[in-house]
């Protein structure tokens, strides 16, 4: 079971913000992401918010072994043209140590910044195939030429190419099936932060939401036995937590039992928020960093 955290950009990075990243790889994390949107929902909404892509690369200066991706990026406000050139500087100044977390996106604040009324849930869906396949494209070779109905590109050159070969690794995040099937083409990994239809709001127990993520694991085993993917390596399989009913980081015990629980149904990476005080990541800063410490060997 790998553990990782998240790190949300909301700390100037000489008041902190370079602090958590140093610290996240003292504590022994496999990896520590980002979000990558302009903005986010409230209470972050009002408050400092920086950009995920030069927070990393601050990141990739500050650490030496950790780990270093997005939760998610999206198409968004992100073309694949750019955003592979980006992937593969940072891929660069960080020694290969990058993980691009990518999804469809939603309709919130990213949605419509760009001035554009927001996709519909099939226009997204395109998107996010046209725009996982073209990025795939663009890190694996020297140049490439592309007409398609969303995304064009006209005899880029990104050379030298990642560190990594053939290409840094994907982290699909998807729940349906057409988001399955790209994860089960494209992915080294997939994420989900659970059933939205199992929560707090509906009432939903954490037996529910254990339950509804081991049914996404077998989708997502079926999804990779379509695509021909070999059974030997199939996709890590990625847990955001901090959206379902569970509460892991109350204490140590509790993380393990349901770090134990998850591992049983099919996951492998557990992602914890790094704490906030007063907001949904609002938590004990030393039951975290006991979790990060001593959770691994009781795993």
């Known amino acids: ?16 913000g370079r602090d958590r990243w140093v610290r996240a790889e003292e504590l022994g994390f496999h990896t520590a992401y980002t979000y990558d949107h302009l903005s986010w929902r409230v209470p972050f909404r009002e408050g400092t918010w920086f950009g995920a892509l030069p927070t990393l690369t601050a ?21 694949p043209v750019t955003l592979a050139k980006e992937l593969i500087s940072l891929d660069d100044i960080s020694g290969g140590r990058v993980t691009l977390g990518i999804g469809a996106g939603g ?16 226009e997204r869906a395109d998107r996010f195939a046209e725009f996982v396949s073209l990025l795939d494209t663009l890190l694996t070779r020297d140049a490439t030429t592309h007409e398609g109905t969303h995304y064009s590109a ?3 050159r990104n050379i030298p190419g990642c560190v990594q070969r053939p290409r840094l690794p994907f982290a699909v995040a998807a729940t349906g099936p057409r988001g399955m099937r790209l994860a089960a083409r494209h992915g080294q990994a997939w994420v989900t932060t659970g059933d939205p239809k199992v929560s707090h709001a509906t ?34 399989r990625v ?18 039992d349901f770090a134990g629980a998850h591992a049983r149904a099919g996951v492998d990476e557990i992602v914890l928020h790094w704490p906030i005080p007063d907001s949904p990541f609002a938590a004990d800063l030393r039951v975290f960093e006991r979790i990060a410490t001593e959770a691994p060997a009781q795993l």
């Open 1 to 16: 079971m790998r553990l990782s955290t998240v790190i949300l950009p909301v700390h100037r990075w000489h008041e902190g």
């Open 59 to 79: 990141a990739a200066t500050a650490t030496t072994r950790l780990r270093l991706g997005t939760l998610v990026t999206s198409p968004n406000f992100r073309h």
């Open 203 to 236: 009432g939903a127990t954490p037996a529910d939401s254990l339950a509804a993520i081991a049914g996404q694991v077998e989708r997502l085993a079926a999804a990779c036995a379509e695509e021909g993917r070999d059974p030997a390596e199939p996709p890590h």
């Open 239 to 256: 847990l955001l937590t901090g959206f379902t009913p569970d509460r892991p980081l109350e204490s140590l015990d509790a993380f393990v």
């Open 107 to 122: 309709s919130g604040f990213d949605a419509t910044a760009l001035g554009q009324q927001p996709w519909s849930a099939r």
């Open 154 to 156: 006209g005899d880029v």
